[in-house]
Structure formats: C-alpha cells, structure tokens
C-alpha cells in the first residue's frame, strides 16, 4: 500500500483526470481529490477507482492530509449503472464483459476486481490522513470510499447506504471491512441486507461519521480539521496510525510491545534532532 516500486511515477494528466470524473488539487501537504460529474449524481467507473489507485501511487512525498469530497450537493451515487450493461460505459471494460458467453473467467474477473480495490486500499496508508467530506447520498461504492477513508465529516444532509445486496452484488470495494470494525457484525448485516439509508445522526452516533454539519460549513469544517492534523508532527503521525491501525488485530501484549518499539523509534529520533543530526 505504499509508494509502489513498479507503479507510474507521474501523476494523471487533467486528460485522465477528467476522463475519470475526478478533479486534483495538491497544495503543499495537502491533496484534493473531487469526485466531479454532477449531472449524474458523482457516479463513478472502473476508470475512477483506477485513476484513484494512480493518484495514490503517484502524490508527492510532502502531502500528509487527502480530502476526497464530490462536486455538488451529492457525495457519490455510487457504481455508474451503466458498468453492468454489457456495452458498458464511454467504451470502458463492462463489469460484466465476457459473463454472459463465458470467455472471462472467475480469476480474470477477481483480476480486475483486484485492480479496481487499489483505488480504495491506498487510502489506509499509515503516512497520510484521510478524510471524506459528505454531501448528500453516499451510495455503495460512495459508501466504501467514505469508509476507506480515517475521518468522514457529514453534512446534515448525508445518507450512507450500502446498495449492493439489493442489486444482486455484494460489497466488494473494501468497505466492509472498516463498516464491521466500526458498528459490529450485527449493524452491518442489517445495514447491508435492508440496504436503507442511514442519515447523518444516526451515522455518528453509530461511529460512521466523526463530525456532522450544517451543509455549508462543511468545508469550513473540513479546513479546520486539516490544519488540526497539520498541527501534529508527521513521523509521529505516521507512527501513531500504524499502531492504532494494528490495535484491533493485536493481543494487549502485542500491542504493548508494538507501543514500545515504536517510542523507541520516536525517541532515537527525538534525541537525534536534539543533539543537531
Ligand atoms: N449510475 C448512472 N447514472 C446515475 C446514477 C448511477 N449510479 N445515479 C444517478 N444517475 C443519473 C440518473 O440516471 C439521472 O440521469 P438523467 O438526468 O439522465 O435522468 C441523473 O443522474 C440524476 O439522478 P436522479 O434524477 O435520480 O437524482 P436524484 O437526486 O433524484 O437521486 C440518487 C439521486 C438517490 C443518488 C439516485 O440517482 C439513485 O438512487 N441512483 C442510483 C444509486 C445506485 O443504485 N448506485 C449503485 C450502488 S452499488 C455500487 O455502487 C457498488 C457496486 O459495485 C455494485
């Protein structure tokens, strides 16, 4: 999940950002990716989550904080429809290219899956802090890229919902990873299988949102929240969500030993700054 060694080393041209429908804004330590076609509610393609993947792999060293919002009132609806057509979308691969007369075959098809989950996984890097700012429907695979994200602030007006089951599929875009740890196997069946919309409230109470807002001090919210994660040192930052990250899956001893092992990193560290080299 870091910088790959045999990926792109420069970043989307606006050609493939906008074949993407996305939008990138890097200042300093501070990337902007928007999710921009809001005449059809931010939908996105294969091609989205692959650009998505590319960005990832291809951000300058310097940027610390990514900020992933839609353009308009609409976080994202979700998987273009259009994927599962067998023509697909603008002349992209279908979702169901080669199923129906059987010349794709299962491994193929997790193949590009696989490929399409970079666009969300890059997301968990210990060395950046990611953040969803959402507006509106956040729908399937605007849901996963939400929750692929460490903070999601919510405008009041959110509703999060997990549309897969009811179209025959299930979640497959790393979400239900993140939406498990956060509200427990049983809220999450019920989230997924009901397939209802989850509003602002009731996701922050549920641990899904960790701010909620009015709709136009979203992004004032979400600034303040940059400069509050810009505030704290970044090797630390970075150690300190490699640790939270292996918490769940560590006993109380492992944990203990990882906390230790990285204080001893930070203050060999420390000590070298201290001392001028
Ligand atoms: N794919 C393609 N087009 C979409 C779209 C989508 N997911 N969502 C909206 N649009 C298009 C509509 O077709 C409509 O186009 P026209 O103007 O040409 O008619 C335009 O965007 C505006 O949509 P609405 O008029 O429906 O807008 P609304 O504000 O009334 O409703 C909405 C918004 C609730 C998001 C509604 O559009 C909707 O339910 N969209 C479908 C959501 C969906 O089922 N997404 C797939 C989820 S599954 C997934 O993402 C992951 C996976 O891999 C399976």
Redesign the pocket.
């Known amino acids: 999940m870091t910088q790959a060694s045999n990926g792109p080393t420069v970043p989307p041209t606006e050609e493939e950002l906008s074949r993407a429908r996305l939008r990138l804004a890097v200042e300093g330590p501070v990337a902007r990716i928007t999710i921009s076609r809001p ?3 931010n ?1 996105m393609t294969g091609r989205t989550w692959t650009t998505l993947a590319h960005i990832g792999q291809t951000l300058p060293e310097d940027v610390r904080i990514v900020v992933i919002s839609g353009e308009g009132d ?1 976080f994202s ?6 994927m599962f057509s067998p023509e697909g979308v603008d002349g992209e691969r279908s ?1 169901v290219a080669g199923l129906a007369d059987g010349t794709s075959t299962d491994a193929e098809v997790q193949d590009y899956i696989a490929g399409l989950q970079e666009g969300f996984l890059w997301l968990r890097r210990p060395d950046l802090v990611t953040v969803a700012a959402v507006r509106g ?1 956040a ?4 849901f ?1 890229l939400a929750l692929s994200c460490d903070i999601r602030v919510l405008a009041d007006d959110a509703q999060l919902c997990m ?2 089951p009811a ?1 025959g ?1 299930v ?3 790393t979400g239900t990873k993140p939406l498990v740890d956060i509200v427990g196997v049983n809220r999450a069946v019920e989230i997924c299988l009901t397939a209802r919309r989850v509003g602002a409230r009731e996701a922050e109470r549920l641990g899904l949102a960790e701010l909620v807002v009015a709709p136009d001090e979203l992004s004032g919210a979400v600034d303040d929240a940059v400069a509050a994660l810009l505030a704290t040192d970044r090797e630390a930052a970075t150690a300190t969500k490699a640790l939270l990250q292996q918490a769940a899956g560590n006993t109380l001893q492992q944990q203990a030993e990882a906390e230790r092992g990285a204080q001893a990193g930070r203050l060999a560290a420390l000590a070298r700054g201290a001392a001028g080299h």
């Not at 729908?139 to 605007?142: D, E, M, Q, S």
């Open positions: 005449e059809r509610r939908a609409t609806a979700g998987i273009d429809l259009g979702m429907h729908i399937g695979a605007g996963q549309k897969e179209l599929l979640p497959d875009l």
